[in-house]
């Protein structure tokens, strides 16, 4: 059978582009509905990956983020009204606060970080154990790859 007509491969990465666009869609979709199980959107489930082990300021925290000031500051503030972060004053910058998660919004975290460990898992079970080394390798050179090319801009 021709390749166009196999369902199969019809779907298939055609180039390394395609592979990593249908592989994102693949991953934000799943967090897509961790998140709505938890009556959470993707951008606040990716607030609480980003505070799981770090209490950044709102600066930094909109840089992760991908957001503007004003953006940010409606986020945490929709995430403090259920209780699930709060802001703290700055050890080192008496005008600047940082943002962390409160106790419920470290179970919470926890909750959707084992949900989420779960349903990758069960996404990567047909790989190897050689293949599951060889994909976080590919995925730490690209993401040290970006970390640097935006260090240099």
Same mark, same amino acid.
């Given at each position: 059978?021709?390749? /166009? ?28 509905? #961790? ?25 930094? =925290? !909109? ?11 409606? %986020?945490? +503030? ?6 699930? #972060? *709060? ?10 606060? =940082?943002? /962390?998660?409160t106790?419920?919004? *470290?179970?919470? +975290?926890k909750?959707? +970080?084992?949900? #989420?460990?779960? *349903? ?6 047909? %790989? +190897? ?15 040290? !790859? !970006?970390?640097t ?5």
């Amino acid at each position: 059978m021709p390749p /166009s007509h196999n369902p199969d491969l019809a779907d298939a990465p055609q180039n390394t582009m395609d592979a990593l666009v249908q592989l994102s869609f693949l991953i934000q979709g799943l967090l897509t509905r #961790v998140a709505s199980d938890h009556d959470l959107s993707l951008i606040q489930i990716r607030l609480l990956g980003v505070l799981r082990d770090r209490r950044p300021g709102m600066l930094e =925290l !909109a840089r992760h983020l991908g957001l503007d000031k004003s953006s940010m500051t409606g %986020l945490v +503030t929709r995430a403090e009204k259920r209780g699930l #972060v *709060q802001r703290l004053p700055s050890p080192h910058d008496g005008r600047s606060v =940082l943002v /962390s998660l409160t106790p419920a919004g *470290q179970r919470l +975290t926890k909750r959707i +970080t084992a949900e #989420v460990d779960q *349903q990758i898992t069960a996404l990567t079970t047909s %790989l +190897t154990a050689t293949e599951h080394t060889h994909i976080r390798a590919l995925a730490a050179k690209l993401l040290h !790859a !970006a970390a640097t090319s935006d260090a240099a801009q």
